[in-house]
């Protein structure tokens, strides 16, 4: 696994692995954060943004853990960025609240608990149809619209919007039998 690589020189705090990871992912970064700050933002400020997301990574690299994947973390810290980003400017953004706690974590101290719970949201979603599945990622992950992934899909919005609720109550119920409620979601 090269993130394990990656991560292993990014505690040892090897420059070029840093380099690497910017690299690697900085578009997904980078993509993310311009599907949730949308027009309200240039993209220089998104690119600044993308910035802050690997100066944390690389303040925190001592607590990443080596066996899991960057990217979650990296999905969470960069949404989070840009989410903080659009308060600043006191918008009425929203998104579902059980979500928002999964991975709203600032800082890599509470990777471990998050790593868990992005585990079981990975495995519940791995329970699901394909289409379930994109949907999820799309909205939560990617902060794509409604619109753009019904077209994408071939379904209506409305039936888009009743998917994403249906597997949000299915992951919620997932999550409550293996110990998690919101209050206990980081």
Known sequence: MKDKRLILKLKKKDPKALDALIKEYSSYVF???????????????????????????????????EERSISPYLAACARNCAKNK???????????????DVISADSVQDSCEISRQLELVTECLNG?????????????????????????????????????????????????????TNEKIR
Do not use: H, P
């Not at 994109?134 to 902060?143: D, S």
């Open 86 to 100: 659009l308060r600043e400017l006191r918008t009425d953004y929203c998104a579902d609240e059980l979500f928002e």
């Open 31 to 65: 993509t993310i954060i311009r599907n949730i700050l949308g027009g309200a933002f240039t993209a220089e400020d998104a690119e600044e943004l993308s910035a802050d997301v690997f100066f944390r990574l690389w303040e925190n690299a001592e607590k990443l853990n």
């Open 128 to 180: 699901l149809s394909d289409t379930e599945q994109e949907l999820f990622v799309r909205f939560y992950y990617y902060g794509e619209k409604i619109k753009d992934i019904s077209k994408m899909l071939g379904l209506s919005e409305n039936a888009c919007k009743t998917k994403l609720f249906r597997t949000r109550d299915k992951l919620r119920k997932y999550l409550a039998e293996r110990g998690y």
